[in-house]
């Protein structure tokens, strides 16, 4: 069956850097583009960004363009979401998702001072 697992998220100060990995198995990683969609505390679901299955096509949401970079690795079935220049409104659950059916249980990032 198709798992989606999420790590890499933390705590960090404004200004910091974290770097978030989904495992994926249970179907042809590199067959799927691949999102990332956050959700904030008592808000709804947010798109982050999009990344193509070959992995040469990336679009990016217009409140994280220019700090944060999805990326993968069809090797190693894994995608990555390098967040830089971190902000307090930044803090959510980040979700991996295959397609509009298969999430991940999601890891907390939090950007406090």
């Known amino acids: 069956q198709v798992q989606l697992v999420e790590s890499g998220g933390g705590l960090v100060q404004p200004g910091g850097s974290l770097r978030l990995s989904c495992a994926a198995s249970?179907?042809?990683?590199?067959?799927?583009?691949m999102s990332w969609v956050r959700q904030a505390p008592g808000k709804g679901l947010e798109w982050v960004s999009d990344i193509n299955s070959g992995g040469g096509t990336t679009y990016y949401a217009g409140s994280v363009k220019g700090r944060f970079t999805i990326s993968r690795d069809n090797a190693k079935n894994t995608l990555y979401l390098q967040m830089n220049s971190l902000k307090p409104e930044d803090t959510a659950v980040y979700y991996c998702?295959?397609?509009?059916?298969?999430w991940g249980r999601g890891t907390q990032v939090t950007v406090s001072s």
């Open positions: 998702r295959q397609g509009g059916v298969y």
């Open positions: 249970g179907f042809t990683f590199s067959s799927y583009a």
